[in-house]
């Protein structure tokens, strides 16, 4: 994974373009200096998970089975989708319904039930935050339709 | 004698006192909330500011500028967010603290180091602004660049079980500090035609995102919460003994604190990471760092703190802004028509009294405001875990959103937030990729800057001799690091051959 990022990194890094004001180091200097670095620090990582195969391969094997990734994944995933879909729809229907509708999608993700206290908490917290936010210290949230 | 009766006179004859309580309440409020950074909150004032006398209004933007230096510290403890950059030190052990239900003696803690801070940085500011001006002259960019490795420095000790690890963290750190804009020549870099990328990727939101958002998908993927158990829901300040423990740490993080606040351009951040990192070295319970030390929460508040008062030094000596923050007080300086420099302290004495004595007020209405608001923070973390979390994520994008009035902030945030979830599970820290994003510029640009300079000869970074100490004092600490290191491991490693033969 280090390994494709530092690659990435550093096709990326050699399409900075050059500039007259360029100073010898140049803007992509740096850069390259970091990708490699990054690559040689993952090799050397590489190497130390593969020789603690080696030695302590069946040992660790059993440890390492015993978290669920994936569940713990699918469940983080939850939380992810929720905050993209925050972002898709704060534009078309604006900052307090998406905000309220982020509140009771969090709460009933994470196990609270569809009653009255649970949606007139989301309510309040909306309306505490788009009073806060928008009113008290003025910041342009997005309205309906802002896209 | 005659300052402290022009001081006095102040007191009676103004609203100082409303004006200095009003300042740090706001700057309290706007350093808790993730985005509102002291800067912002100082900024959204700066109108009012234009009808006020002149020594109201700069106590009123200084005075805010102290409270949110503090502020950021409440949701840094207690949901692991820290609310300015300056914070994040304090997450650390803060939020370790609130998971063993030690939250209401880590806010106690901080409040308690902060006010310190506040205290020490306001002496030194009365005492020391022509001496320690002197010192923020004499920086060059050698001088800066080597500063930037001295804070990197701090990752060889910061990286957890691995060294390695940590060091991949922090490239891909300063890997993010690439991004946007080339200091020397303007380029576009790794932007991918995103004008909202042109200004780089502010450490807030790798902070935010690695702490806070990868803490909610953290507890997310548990089935089972880890609720604190023996939770203290009051306010607890250290007794006696704590305060002696704490003692060593809050005199580190006043004195890295003072210098780091009077160099332009250092900021709280490096000096709340130093601190840290030198209160560990100098404890004598270095084990407990990283694991809810109240140490480790007493030297960064009382950095960051200092900072907030010493930062003033050279906005007033010279007119140079260190930070956005001390940029917003030089505007609201120069639109009451007061030049900095040394002639500012001859014909506007009044002025710098009254700064003074807002600060001494600012300083005093911290720990007042502070008892008042903590214990409601207290009670409102330990709402049930699916409101909390919740709550946390609105805070979050709104928050977010309003440092640029930008969707893309919160995008970048939750990008990080998924990057801190993996690093988690991997085991790679954090905290020097923090400290790769938060420095990576400062190194980079005057890296390059003193190349410039010598026509690309690296001598004169040993030439220099600000830089020159600086270096050796960095070579000095990641030797050092590298030895207790080395020694940690012989000794676990003997540790482990005991055990196999028993």
Not at chain 1, 13 to 33: K, M, N, Q
Not at chain 2, 221 to 242: D, H, I, R
Not at chain 2, 361 to 370: M, N, Q, R
């Amino acid at each position: 994974m280090l390994l494709i990022i530092a690659a990435g990194y550093y096709f990326f890094a050699s399409g900075i373009g050059t500039s007259a004001l360029a100073d010898e180091v140049g803007a992509a200097g740096l850069p390259f200096v970091y990708s490699l670095g990054l690559a040689g620090v993952a090799l050397v990582l590489a190497l130390q998970t593969m020789l603690r195969w080696l030695v302590l391969g069946a040992q660790e094997k059993s440890s390492e089975d015993s978290p669920n990734f994936w569940l713990m994944f699918r469940r983080a995933g939850g939380i992810l989708t929720i905050g993209i879909v925050y972002l898709l729809i704060v534009n078309i229907v604006g900052y307090l319904i998406a905000l309220l509708l982020v509140l009771m999608a969090m709460l009933f993700y994470l196990g609270e039930k569809f009653d009255r206290k649970t949606v007139l908490v989301a309510f309040i917290g909306a309306g505490f935050f788009w009073f806060l936010f928008d009113r008290l210290l003025g910041i342009p949230t997005p309205g309906i339709g802002s896209f | 004698m005659e300052a402290i009766s022009v001081g006095f006179s102040l007191l009676i004859s103004t609203p100082l006192i409303f004006v200095a309580i009003a300042g740090v309440a706001w700057g309290i409020l706007g350093g808790a909330l993730p985005g509102i950074s002291p800067s912002i909150a100082m900024a959204l004032l700066l109108p009012l500011t234009y009808g006020m006398d002149p020594v109201l209004a700069i106590v009123l933007l200084a005075a805010t500028y102290v409270g949110a230096e503090y502020g950021g510290s409440i949701p840094a403890i207690l949901i692991n967010t820290p609310g300015t950059n300056a914070a994040a030190a304090t997450v650390l052990d803060g939020y370790e603290m609130q998971r063993q239900g030690r939250g209401g003696e880590a806010l106690g803690i901080s409040l308690y180091s902060g006010v310190i801070g506040a205290f020490f940085g306001l002496a030194m500011l009365m005492l020391l602004t022509r001496p320690l001006a002197e010192v923020a002259l004499a920086f060059t960019p050698m001088a800066y660049f080597a500063l930037g490795l001295l804070g990197l420095s701090v990752i060889v000790s910061l990286s957890g079980e691995s060294l390695l690890k940590g060091l991949a963290a922090a490239l891909l750190g300063l890997m993010v500090a690439t991004v946007g804009s080339d200091p020397i020549s303007g380029v576009s870099r790794f932007t991918f035609g995103r004008p909202e990328l042109l200004d780089g990727v502010a450490p807030i939101l790798v902070m935010v995102g690695l702490f806070a958002v990868s803490e909610l998908l953290r507890q997310a993927s548990v089935s089972v919460w880890e609720k604190p158990k023996n939770t203290v829901m009051n306010l607890k300040f250290p007794n006696g003994k704590m305060r002696k423990r704490l003692f060593k740490p809050q005199l580190i993080g006043s004195i890295i604190g003072t210098i780091e606040g009077v160099i332009p351009g250092a900021g709280g951040t490096i000096a709340a990471f130093m601190s840290y990192n030198e209160a560990r070295r100098w404890s004598r319970f270095k084990s407990e760092f990283g694991h809810g030390s109240p140490e480790g929460i007493a030297a960064p508040e009382t950095a960051n703190n200092t900072v907030a008062a010493t930062a003033l030094v050279p906005v007033l000596s010279f007119g140079i802004p260190g930070s956005n923050s001390a940029a917003i007080l030089l505007g609201g300086l120069l639109v009451h028509g007061l030049l900095p420099g040394p002639r500012l302290f001859e014909e506007n004495g009044d002025v710098i009294i009254g700064l003074y004595t807002g600060l001494l007020i600012a300083a005093i209405s911290l720990f007042v405001i502070g008892m008042l608001i903590l214990p409601v923070c207290l009670w409102l973390v330990n709402r049930p875990r699916a409101y909390l979390m919740a709550f946390i994520y609105a805070l979050i994008f709104s928050g977010i959103y309003s440092i640029d009035n930008s969707l893309f902030d919160i995008a970048l945030v939750l990008g990080a937030g998924a990057a801190g979830f993996l690093m988690r599970l991997v085991g790679f820290p954090f905290l020097p990729t923090v400290l790769g994003v938060v420095l990576g510029y400062l190194v980079e640009s005057n890296y390059r800057r003193s190349l410039v300079l010598s026509g690309g000869d690296h001598a004169i970074f040993f030439n220099d001799p600000i830089s020159l100490t600086l270096l050796i004092v960095a070579g000095l600490f990641i030797a050092g690091s590298l030895s207790t290191r080395a020694w940690l491991t012989y000794r676990n490693l003997q540790t482990k051959i005991l055990e196999n033969k028993v």
